[in-house]
DNA sequence: ACGAAACTCGTACTTGCGTACAAGTTTCCC
DNA sequence: GGGAAACTTGTACGCAAGTACGAGTTTCGT
């Protein structure tokens, strides 16, 4: 959570500003791409000045890296909430599972995940934080699917989580020309729901 | 296929030229993501001088769009090919849908791919050629699926399309952390291939 | 063969970037 | 209340980028 080297220990007062200018590049990002950040287009949006960000993060990495990572916890935490919310509440495994689908769905047209993707395939240390993601969301997917007594339970939340984010992505490229995601999902879950002989 | 306004009409040598520019371009693409796409990188690669690539490209946009068009060209070309191919010497339905999956899988942990996609997000021009790859992916997916007696045989190939894509795009991020492609599609076609009752 | 159009290519200009930094202010602890 | 550490901010430096361009060479129709 600490950018390299001799970051000194943050005040109350610090931790504000750094998470405006997280949330002012996570902003960038889902607006323009990671090609738009720049320190300069991340201060005007978080509203500070430029010197700011040299003053918080060691490198324009280090703050990619923090804001993805902030993206990603924010994201895993709403599932995993969601999930563990219903699984108390007694519902049944479909509604689980559906409501998993439902939730990750929404949450994924959003550029800035699949540019977190992109960047991480290059990055290695970024490329840790996608796994640290792709394992959040499958464990929960995991838990629901088995909670609807779905056989290869880790694989199928694997397929289901790929196939949300491959139409997300294709969406987000060509607009109505992909598959609707709801359409999908409807055929997914039932064909998964149907116990298979392999 | 030409740049925009007054671009000479092109020789014999230039196209040659052209093509090896748009070749490059891709290369650089695949290793380093549009981010590493600049005229002095693409000319290096190349092997020719810095003025040439302002000479055959009124911008960079032009060149990066010019890049992906042949890209998208190829790939669906080459899956047309196949599909074609496999129904022209009467191979049964089920092995052309998996022919193409395994096509399409194969050519798609290709990062320039999903590079597109994105970028096709914010740039208008390509958004076309974006939507141009996917329906020419969902037309080949759809004829194999059709010959396969699969129903709703064009949602079916969106979503077997944007499987593969997501996990190609989830191995790229994390690696092993993402669901196996061959696995995946073996669950996915034997799910797909029992009649849904929708 | 000659002229125009296509092509070649080195060089130079401008802009915007990441980053450094110094001089200042605020906060916090003793 | 004083000093150290955290924070603030404007400004500046060096560099790499996209692009422009002019002077030269090749190609090709007539």
Known sequence: ????????ARQARGYERVEQILRATLSVISRGGVAAVT???VAEEAGVPLGSL???FASKQDLLREALRLHVAEDAGRLHDLT???A?????????VAAF?????DGHPDIAQFEL???AARDPQLREV????????????EFAMRAAGIPQAKLMAGIVVATIDGIGMHRAAAGDEAPDVDAALGVLLHALSRPTDA
């Not at 689908?101 to 769905?105: L, M, P």
């Not at 996608?130 to 997917?141: F, K």
Request: a negative charge.
């Open 1 to 8: 959570m600490e950018a390299t080297g001799t970051a000194p």
């Open 39 to 41: 320190h300069r287009t």
């Open 54 to 56: 040299t003053y918080y």
């Open 84 to 86: 563990a919310g219903l």
């Open 88 to 96: 108390a509440r007694g519902a049944s495994g479909e509604e689980i």
């Open 101 to 105: 689908a439902q939730q990750f769905a």
């Open 117 to 119: 993707y992109l960047e």
């Open 130 to 141: 996608a796994a640290e993601s792709l394992r959040a969301y499958a464990e929960v997917g």
